[in-house]
């Protein structure tokens, strides 16, 4: 099921490099997510967004930013990389409660 | 706030015993809870919602509002079952704005 994509599905950059990763659903759901998995912490919410004009931050924002380019797309950027945004992201889309998720962007920053 | 806390980071059973995965979460208005499972390298998927009440894969979950938990049972763990399981909390005030997910259990089923 391909429905919630992300690219790339792997990355390593190194420390102050701007980097962006991509998602894109064919759900035609209105609401997107962006969030970080790490061992031990679980899901935190960086970033989601309702509509096109909607933004809005999770509970661990800082450090990133969104853009919500249309209903289908929403990609997530790290401004200037550090270390310890090393993590599993996930993008979700929503159908009012449920939500659906991509397959997952491993990141390393060196 | 809302919260949710899974208390267990690993929950180790063997095949054919029975399986509880606890869940407890904090809210003051009416929540809608979900059980999300993320099988070895494949996404996160819906496992079950309290307002469905269905077996999915034998697992059922029932939510007690007194005890403000929604923990996850299974009478007969299978091999398959392994996998990582998330409780997760959407209000619906506020047209399930924001979902929190607990931490997280990781259901490891010895053959």
């Known amino acids: 099921d391909a429905d919630v994509t992300q690219t790339p599905r792997n990355r390593i950059t190194k420390t102050g490099k701007r980097i962006m990763l991509e998602c894109s659903q064919t759900?035609?759901?209105?609401?997107m997510y962006w969030y970080r998995q790490d061992p031990g912490l679980g899901l935190r919410l960086i970033y989601y967004?309702?509509?096109?004009?909607?933004?809005n931050k999770g509970e661990i924002s800082d450090g990133y930013s969104v853009s919500r380019q249309a209903q289908a797309k929403f990609s997530l950027s790290l401004e200037s990389a550090i270390p310890n945004q090393t993590a599993l992201y996930f993008c979700?889309?929503?159908?009012?409660?449920?939500?659906?998720f991509g397959p997952g962007t491993r990141l390393t920053v060196t | 706030a809302q919260r949710v806390t899974q208390p267990e980071k690993l929950l180790s059973v063997f095949k054919g015993a029975p399986v509880e995965l606890k869940c407890n979460y904090s809210?003051?208005?009416?929540?809608?809870l979900f059980w999300y499972v993320q099988y070895s390298r494949q996404r996160l998927q819906l496992l079950l919602r309290?307002?469905s009440r269905e077996s999915i894969k034998g697992f059922t979950a029932d939510l007690n509002k007194g005890e403000t938990s929604f923990h996850l049972k299974k009478p007969f763990a299978q091999e398959e079952d392994s996998a990582m399981y998330y409780c997760?909390?959407?209000?619906?005030?506020?047209?399930?704005?924001?979902?929190?997910f607990g931490t997280g259990t990781k259901l490891q089923v010895i053959p």
């Open positions: 309290h307002i």
């Open positions: 967004s309702f509509d096109v004009k909607d933004i």
């Open positions: 979700a889309t929503g159908s009012r409660s449920e939500q659906y």
């Open positions: 759900k035609g759901h209105d609401r």
């Open positions: 997760a909390l959407a209000p619906r005030s506020g047209g399930y704005q924001k979902v929190t």
């Open positions: 809210y003051s208005g009416s929540p809608e």
